[in-house]
């Protein structure tokens, strides 16, 4: 009996780890509400967050982000960089095909990679900055490029890089490429990704269909999706999309605001799923010596932005707008981005230290600070609130000034704030376009702060055409700990994508870029 | 009936009123701050991208030249292209259009159904407890802001009771009578309150007009009494009431579109908005005038039926 026992054990054991593998089931549909609609999922003119996060679902591209943010093999099942850095060989998969059954060749590839760097075209074109020319060759394609850029890996595996059939699209009505765009998405276009788009009302909603010449796997050993449909509803008022998934309508519901997450979380029908993600909440500060009107700017001293960000209680505001779902930022970009380095969270709140920094900068006597806010947005009313208490004792007047989306950006462009709050979420796998967004002057005034550091900018120029990845990670570490002393930012959290899902659905993912991933969804019940 | 130089001379007025729209609206959006570049490419355009973008849209011409063109383009009947939805405007308005004509259409009539008969009941019943009952519910629909009456309909209505769909729209004309009966229902509280209040006082004043008594003393029967003469009195104010609360509806479609989910004309302007749509609030706010004008166009035709004085000026 002794000896029976763990044999039997053991037999169970195996026989549940068996089943689980094949538990999952394949078929039927899910319906996903969504806070707003898709225009285009264009790879090359997608430009909007509805539009990008979508466009994997419907576009593969030769390289994949893995689970654990490194790259894997997509379309293509091997890369390899030349010594150099300035040659990109690829192996196209072979087999594969699009969804209406024709060749997926070299010939799309090349088509869809011209098309992805043609300035003429989208906004993404200069991700692919760096390209000189695509060939193929059979499966093997070839990337040359003019100079060494490492991160070329990085955006062989972005949305704007999805491979699109050149056959179809081209015999797309119209002139130029939007025209041909626009007739080739509103006929239901010919896909490479997991789904298909079989129909889409403008506001509304939008159907995909499972794509069944998709080359990935499922565990079951059959091709992926698992999911027959996704069915997508456009709500974009928060209260009516939770709503709609409490009353069991839909089966899942994207941005839940932190407030409600507590309560759906105790929902016994649903999963509150809180995705890692790269999406920081930040504020500029206006760091030039004057400020629009002409008048001295206090905050072009370093020592009065490193105060305001030690007067900043960051734990107290994590409670306060994101229930505890946040997390302190430790450098300029999140802590899911490669090459992150932050050993602590940034400014741990010190009163006294910010007292004495100000007091070091000749302003102990106080002074006013605007914070430009979002109409109409609960968050950033908190945020205003928390920080105005917090700052009183140190004699900082903080005003409010509430603007709309479009106006907070015009001033954010002309330097005419003192700071305002912002939210940041990459769209590549690769600190550059983080990087390059908040800190280097000659992209956009390190995210119009007007901060303008020599040594930083001279790092970022050399790290983008670094081919030595350990140099590369020594030049992030600096830049990085040059940006969090230098403190052009107010920095404030981390925070998760929320999404309520139903209990009878498995295996959604929203990355930490963003982007919907239904492609291993399943129906549980 | 109005005579047709009447209705010539009405629709005459109207040319102006566009005109003086298209001014307006035009150069009120660009008064804006921000404009429809940095709105599209909210934080990730370089400098020099705008200035592509803006160049690509046609915002770095003269004012005058762009409002030369949209003149021009909107007398062929050419809005545009829509800069969010990157498609034709008059395309976009036109299918999202019906389904606002649908909601308003719907919140009318129910607010005609609920306060006509109610008005009648409560003047009848001057300042008796059925009156004040009727006059404080419809007080409460007056003062609850349109989006929390809605929100309030769904949640105990829709997402508890499962009586009705939480938000949406249906495909059919059936369908959509079902659909949207909550939000029709959350536009309809507060036109109706306004109406009930309107038709309830003029309904106890021409009840005690010199011309009812006087009919009364003839013998008349109170039937003939209601319909020949009180009513079609009363009716001559509320009926203004209802053209111009048309304002009133368009704003209220504004706000329950988007609470409940329905793809109109509506939710479209605050987005157009929101993204500094030029061409899209320039096109949308034509239908708007379009659709204002037509319903007092209607409004005035109606009066002037109830009341023939009207004719002469």
Do not use: C
Not at chain 1, 334 to 357: C, F
Not at chain 2, 136 to 151: D, H
Not at chain 2, 196 to 219: M, P, T
């Amino acid at each position: 009996m002794k000896r029976i026992l763990p044999i039997l054990l053991g037999a169970t054991l195996g026989l549940l780890a068996t089943t689980s593998a094949f538990a999952i089931e394949r078929g039927g549909a899910m319906t996903f509400a969504r806070y707003d609609d898709s225009t285009v999922i264009d790879p090359v003119y997608a430009d909007r967050n509805p539009d990008l996060w979508m466009v994997n679902g419907l576009y593969e591209t030769l390289l994949r982000n893995g689970p654990d943010g490194s790259i894997v093999p997509g379309l293509a099942e091997a890369h390899e960089v030349s010594a150099d850095g300035k040659t990109i060989t690829l192996a196209l998969r072979g087999g594969l095909k699009f969804s209406d059954g024709s060749d997926l060749t070299g010939a799309d590839v090349v088509f869809s990679l011209d098309r992805a760097r043609n300035a003429d075209l989208g906004p993404w074109a200069g991700l692919l900055g760096a390209v000189d020319k695509v060939a193929a060759d059979g499966n093997r394609i070839t990337v040359s490029l003019k100079n060494p850029d490492p991160t070329i890996i990085s955006i062989l595996a972005t949305f704007n890089t999805g491979i699109m059939p050149k056959a179809a699209f081209e015999k797309a009505a119209g002139a130029t490429d939007q025209e041909k765009a626009r007739a080739f998405f509103s006929a239901g276009p010919v896909t490479s990704g997991p789904f298909v788009m079989k129909s889409h009302v403008q506001g509304s909603s939008m159907s995909f269909e499972r794509n069944p010449n998709y080359w990935r796997q499922g565990e079951d050993g059959k091709p992926l999706p698992y999911l027959d449909r996704v069915e997508f509803l456009v709500i974009p008022d928060d209260a009516t999309r939770i709503l709609k998934l409490q009353a069991g309508e839909v089966d899942a519901a994207e941005f839940i605001p932190f407030a409600r997450v507590g309560e759906l979380g105790a929902d016994p029908n649903l999963k509150m799923e809180l995705f890692p993600s790269t999406r920081i909440v930040y504020a500029p500060i206006n760091t030039r010596e004057a400020k629009k009107d002409g008048s001295k700017n206090p905050l072009a001293d370093i020592k009065v932005r490193q105060a305001l960000n030690y007067a900043t209680d960051k734990n107290v505001l994590i409670k306060l707008v994101t229930f505890d779902t946040g997390k302190p930022m430790t450098s300029l970009m999140s802590a899911a981005t490669q090459l992150h380095y932050g050993p602590e969270a940034l400014y741990p709140y010190d009163p006294e230290k910010a007292k004495q920094l100000l007091s070091e900068a000749g302003l102990s006597g106080g002074f006013e600070v605007k914070l430009t806010t979002l109409a109409g947005s609960a968050d950033d009313a908190t945020l205003f609130t928390a920080l105005q208490q917090m700052w009183a004792p140190l004699g900082v007047n903080l005003k409010v000034e509430q603007v709309d989306n479009p106006t907070r950006g015009e001033k954010n462009r002309s330097g005419d704030f003192d700071i305002h709050t912002y939210g940041w979420a990459n769209d590549v796998n690769d600190p550059a376009q983080v990087t390059g967004w908040l800190g280097y002057y000659k992209q956009r005034q390190a995210v119009g702060t007007g901060w303008n550091n020599q040594e930083f900018n001279t790092l970022f120029e050399a790290s983008n055409v670094e081919t030595d990845p350990a140099k590369r990670k020594d030049e992030y570490k600096r830049m990085q700990e040059i940006y969090a002393a230098e403190a052009p930012l107010l920095f404030l959290f981390e925070t998760p994508f929320a999404v309520a899902v139903s209990k009878s659905i498995e295996g959604y993912v929203q990355t930490p870029l963003g982007a919907n991933d239904f492609s291993e969804a399943w129906r549980a019940d | 009936m109005p005579s047709l130089s009447y209705l010539v001379a009405r629709l005459l007025q109207i040319i102006p009123t566009f005109l003086l729209v298209m001014i307006f609206i035009f150069l009120l959006v660009r008064l804006l701050p921000g404009d429809p570049a940095i709105a599209m490419a909210e934080a990730k355009a370089t400098d020099a991208q705008l200035e592509q973008i803006r160049h690509n849209l046609g915002l770095d011409q003269p004012l005058p030249m762009q409002f030369l063109v949209f003149v021009k383009n909107t007398l062929t009947g050419d809005l545009g292209r829509s800069i969010m939805l990157k498609a034709p405007v008059t395309e976009v308005i036109l299918s999202r259009l019906p389904t606002t004509i649908f909601l308003a259409l719907y919140a009318i009539v129910l607010a005609v159904f609920l306060a006509g008969p109610l008005a009648f009941l409560a003047a009848s019943r001057v300042n008796t407890p059925v009156d004040v009952a009727i006059r404080s519910v419809f007080q409460v629909g007056l003062s609850m802001p349109v989006f929390y009456i809605g929100l309030l309909l769904l949640t105990v209505l829709a997402a508890q009771l499962r009586w009705f769909p939480v938000g949406g729209y249906g495909k059919t004309f059936l369908a959509n009578l079902y659909h949207l009966i909550l939000p029709a229902l959350s536009v309809a509280l507060y036109t109706s309150a306004i109406i009930l209040r309107n038709l309830r006082a003029s309904l106890i004043e021409v009840l005690d007009a010199d011309y009812v008594q006087f009919a009364r003393a003839k013998g008349l029967s109170p039937r003939i009494i209601m319909t020949r003469h009180v009513l079609r009195n009363a009716l001559v104010s509320t009926v203004t009431l209802l053209g111009l609360s048309i304002g009133n509806l368009m704003s209220g479609t504004l706000v329950t579109e988007t609470v409940f989910a329905i793809p109109g004309v509506g939710r479209l302007m605050l987005e157009a908005i929101f993204a500094r749509d030029y061409p899209l609030i320039q096109g949308l706010t034509l239908t708007f005038a379009v659709l204002v004008s037509v319903v007092f166009l209607l409004t005035d035709v109606v009066q002037s039926w109830l009341d023939p004085r009207l004719r002469q000026s």
